[in-house]
Each structure stands twice: as structure tokens, then as C-alpha cells.
């Protein structure tokens, strides 16, 4: 009789993409880097499996094989060509963000406006209407008081 081991739970990729983001990595890097790592693990394990090991064990080998995310993320975070261009050139980055948000500012109503066009001509039409029913009442009441 087989007996059935257990899967043991996946590499913390989640703490490592923090870790990274953190260390000032590009998220385009970051994003490649985990979904490198994810899909590495999972041929390891794919491959320890179809030589025949249970998955437990293929899946702690490849916890072995792949080594600790903290020392990945520690080789990855050296690496200055990775970083984003604001952790590269702070300098700049602290004078530009404010000027593009201000220049931007402006624009977001508009953006927004033509995005939403339709819905923007909704919400028209109905106030539009809603403020011709609401004059002709005002009218109707007026005519009445002043016939009255």
C-alpha cells in the first residue's frame, strides 16, 4: 500500500517582492524576478515528481535547490542597474514628482471626463431634465399664486 505525503507549502514570494520593492528595485525587475522564481520552483518540483518522488519531497528539494529568498533578495538588492530611477537619482526624483503632479493636477477632470464620456452625458441629460421639471414647477406654482 502507497501511502500519500502531504504538500508543503510554497516559498514566501510574497515577503521576498516586499523585501524587494523596499530595497528600491524597479516593480517591472521585481515582478520579472517572481515570476522567474515561481515558475523555477515549479519546474523543480515538476521534475523531482516525474522521477518519481512524492510530492513532499520534490517540493523540499526544491526549497533546497532554490535557497533562502532572503539571500536572493540580499544578491538581487546589489545589484545598482535594478533599481528604480527615483532610488538611482533621489535627488532629482524629490524636485520632479511635485512639478509633474502639479503640471498633472489639472489635466485628471479632463482625462477623467473623457474616460467616462458616456456617463458624463448621462448625468447631463438628467440634470438637464431634472432642472426643466423642477422650472416648470416653480412656473406653475408661480402662475398659480400670482392668478390667485
Known sequence: MRWKCQAMPRPDFGSLQAQLLRSGLSP???R???TELDEHFDDLVDEAVANGACVYASEQQALQDLGDVHEIAAVIGERPELRSWAFQHPRIAVLLYP?????????????AGVTNAVYLGRWMACAALS?????SIMLFLQLSYALT
Do not use: N, W
Not at 104 to 111: C, E, S, T, Y
Open 28 to 30: 517591472r525587475h521585481v
Open 32 to 34: 520579472r524576478t517572481i
Open 99 to 111: 512639478l509633474v503632479c502639479f503640471a498633472v493636477l489639472p489635466a485628471v477632470p479632463l482625462i
Open 131 to 135: 432642472g426643466v421639471v423642477t422650472a
